[in-house]
């Protein structure tokens, strides 16, 4: 069974400062990785999808990697703001379904 | 605007009562999906559905059961038998295979 894990569970950031989200996943069979973005209380957000063939996608400050290889994804955020804190979470397609890490708090403190 | 519409938004029920939740979508997807979230915790599969008329149990299917008679309706039945019913309950879709997955902004249930 895939287990998908997240590192840091929280990370508090001053504005304006350049940060890495790591995701790392024990089955490297996975067809594509997704990020999202979840605010309190609200569903998932798609921030950007990753395709097996792919190594990296990029969506304005944000900036995903994938090395299926080594079992792990990166999320990239440039030029951090307030507005960006919110809990990211990742989540890794094997066969039928999407296997979620438990998240990472993002705080970017004005 | 394409969706999923989740309804209610907050629940509240007595323990021993079954409760459904809704979910619907317009996206023309077929695969949808149950998930449940508790604090510190990833998301959980209760149950997905690839097709209408056919559906499959995720990793916590105990206490709780669904139904596809329509391709955009996906409804959840949390049942008396859910030993912790108490949670965040999120509805997703995709089209079918490793394609993205959409979510509706959730259903917060609380059984007392």
């Known amino acids: 069974k895939q287990e998908v894990t997240q590192i840091p569970a929280a990370l508090s950031v001053p504005e304006g400062e350049n940060l890495v989200l790591n995701c790392s996943f024990t089955?490297?069979?996975?067809?594509?990785l997704q990020w999202f973005r979840q605010d309190p209380g609200k569903g998932l957000t798609s921030l950007l999808l990753i395709q097996s063939s792919q190594r990296e996608q990029t969506s304005g400050r944000l900036n995903a990697s994938l090395d299926k290889s080594s079992g792990r994804s990166t999320l990239y955020i440039a030029a951090s703001q307030p507005g960006d804190s919110a809990t990211y979470l990742c989540a890794g397609f094997t066969g039928n379904q999407f296997y979620f890490g438990t998240g990472t708090s993002l705080t970017v403190i004005p | 605007d394409g969706g999923i519409t989740q309804s209610p938004k907050y629940l509240f029920r007595k323990e021993g009562q079954n409760v459904t939740l809704s979910c619907e979508q317009n996206?023309?997807?077929?695969?949808m999906y149950w998930y449940r979230q508790d604090p510190g915790q990833g998301l959980r599969l209760i149950y997905y559905?690839?097709?209408?008329?056919?559906?499959q149990k995720g990793d916590i299917a105990e206490g709780y059961s669904v139904s596809r008679e329509k391709k955009e309706s996906f409804p959840l039945t949390v049942t008396s038998a859910q030993k912790n019913p108490t949670a965040f309950y999120l509805c997703?879709?995709?089209?079918?295979?490793?394609?993205?997955?959409?979510f509706g902004n959730g259903t917060r249930l609380t059984v007392t």
């Open positions: 089955d490297s069979a996975i067809y594509n």
């Open positions: 997703a879709s995709s089209i079918r295979g490793p394609k993205p997955l959409h």
């Open positions: 996206l023309n997807h077929d695969a």
């Open positions: 559905s690839q097709i209408v008329n056919d559906f």
